[in-house]
């Protein structure tokens, strides 16, 4: 793999491929092959976010003018170029994160699924009219295009997270800067490739790939920005909310999660098995919805927990783009030293450590970052690792003796993203359904799974109250209320008509 030459990537700012002003770059290195040099990627800082932006703000003048009709239109060339290119993109989503190939083209396919959702919106764009309360007076809502977006990624959806954000922005006549992650910026780089073989016009999106102080803060922090579209930790979402609010900027948060899987002793116990390991296990445990506690029912406890220790040691753990494996990689050593970290702590608290609880080192797994899959056991709600999102390969289980604890362990959590209850009782699922604080609640299925077509996001810590999906416009256009008067003399609301 070494010897072909590694390939250098440019910025794109108002159509053009440049260099970082300082001339600093970094390396995408595959995490299952670290002599796999995927590019050299620019490591921009405020003077490269400043060009970026000002490219952003030009072309705004005249994108906010193209019908939202036309705008859609590159869209959906958009979403038909995807699907011819998906087998590229996802192996090259494959080598530059881990995650196995099956789940790459899901992740490409969600940027096509997103590509023709938000296009069908250039026909709607919906506002409303409403009468007015005097005579002779027309009253309407119109959405407008709120500016330039900056937009910050992170690296486990690294095409269809991107997409969720730009798609939306661009439909509604927005233009856009965004950085992706550190991990993944090819994925970005082939979806904004998309958009321009697409048709969009230069410095309508901007990409400025670097580090989060370096290059996602000046984004944060650039006066000419309007908004901010951010996907990340909770902790780095914190700081991007308090550095925005000092020039007032609306910022859609959607960052961390610690999903439980609530099982019945009414449930399948095979399919919640089978959902189990995938929610726990699919994308290496690195989702934000991955299901990182699986609540018991005490009758089937120990019968479930035989059954998933057993299948979870026995995944194929290895390079995602060969056939037969399972799991793939962490994406980077700071995942591993996370993983290996919440292991110590885990079993310093007492919960007992059923399989996995290692890096594997050995063998084909030594140029990589891979974490063996894990099960605790005997996990309590208060132990960290039942409250504290890993983002690994690492799942507590918990029993419950009742439906109604079960709710209130699911609950007792900082986060609100994903939920799941397996069981056969109806009752009981609307019970959860209304009971559960999360942004989204699956019903003998996984915490995995979203559909771009629902709002995506979450409560408490999750998220500030944005939504992806189903929502996004909402924070990519503001509203303007428009009043005509045809009646050709001064009318005062609230006053001429208050007889
Ligand atoms: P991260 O917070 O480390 O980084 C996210 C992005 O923020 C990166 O692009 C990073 O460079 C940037 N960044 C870092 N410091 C910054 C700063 N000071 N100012 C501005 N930008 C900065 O997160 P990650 O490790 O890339 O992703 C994993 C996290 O993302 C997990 O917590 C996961 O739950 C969450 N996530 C949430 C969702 C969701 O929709 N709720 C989806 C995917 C991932």
């Known amino acids: 793999m070494t010897s072909t030459p590694i390939k250098t990537y440019s910025n794109l700012i108002g159509g053009e491929w440049l260099a970082s002003k300082s001339g600093q770059t970094f390396q995408n290195i595959n995490p299952a092959d670290h002599s796999d040099i995927i590019g050299v990627f620019p490591a921009s800082n405020a003077d490269d976010v400043a060009l970026a932006v000002a490219a952003a703000k030009k072309a705004y003048a005249t994108w906010r003018l193209v019908p939202a009709p036309k705008r859609a239109e590159i869209l959906y060339r958009a979403g038909a170029i995807l699907s011819e290119r998906k087998e590229q993109y996802a192996r090259d989503m494959t080598r530059e994160m881990g995650k196995v190939l099956a789940e790459t083209r899901g992740d490409v396919q969600e940027a096509i699924d997103e590509a023709y959702y938000v296009a069908g919106e250039g026909r709607r764009l919906f506002g409303v009219t409403v009468p007015s309360e005097l005579q002779n007076k027309f009253a309407m809502s119109v959405r407008m295009p709120v500016g330039v977006i900056g937009m910050i990624a992170p690296w486990n959806f690294p095409m269809a997270i991107p997409s969720w954000k730009l798609f939306p922005a661009l439909v509604a006549g927005n233009t856009c800067v965004i950085k992706p992650a550190e991990d993944t910026p090819l994925s970005t780089y082939n979806l904004v490739q998309t958009l321009i073989d697409a048709g969009l016009p230069p410095g309508v999106v901007n990409i400025v790939s670097g580090y989060g102080p370096e290059a996602g803060a000046p984004l944060v922090e650039h006066p000419d920005v309007r908004a ?231 409560v408490k810590q999750t998220g500030n109250g944005h939504r992806e999906g189903l929502g996004a416009l909402d924070f990519y256009t503001t509203w303007k209320s428009v009043y005509i008067d045809s009646s050709d003399t001064l009318q005062r609301a609230q006053i001429d008509n208050a007889e």
């Not at 998933?308 to 995944?315: D, E, G, T």
């Open 228 to 458: 901010i579209s951010f996907t990340g930790s909770s902790a780095t979402g914190s700081l991007v909310a308090q550095r925005a609010a000092a020039t007032f900027k609306p910022v859609s948060l959607e960052m961390g999660g610690k999903n439980a899987m609530i099982v019945m002793d009414d449930a399948n116990l095979e399919l919640a098995l089978e959902g189990a390991l995938w929610g726990a296990f699919g994308t290496t445990g690195q989702r934000c919805t991955a299901t990182s506690r699986i609540l018991l029912h005490k009758n089937i406890a120990a019968e479930f927990t035989q059954k998933l220790v057993a299948r979870a040691a026995a995944l194929k753990v290895g390079n995602g783009l060969e056939d037969g494996i399972e799991v793939g990689p962490q994406v980077n050593d700071q995942q591993i030293e996370t993983s290996t970290s919440y292991c110590a702590i885990a079993i310093a608290e007492g919960a007992q450590l059923l399989t996995g609880g290692k890096a594997l080192t050995e063998g084909s797994y030594a140029n990589g970052t891979f974490f063996a899959p894990t099960v605790f056991g005997g996990v309590k709600p208060h132990m960290r690792i039942a409250r504290e999102e890993v983002f690994g390969p690492v799942v507590s289980l918990i029993e419950f003796s009742t439906f109604e604890e079960a709710i209130e362990i699911a609950n007792s959590i900082d986060y609100g993203l994903s939920t799941a209850l397996y069981t056969k009782d109806i009752n009981r699922a609307f019970s959860a359904i209304r009971d559960l604080e999360a942004g989204i609640t699956y019903i003998n299925a996984p915490t995995i799974g979203a559909e771009v077509h629902l709002p995506f996001g979450g």
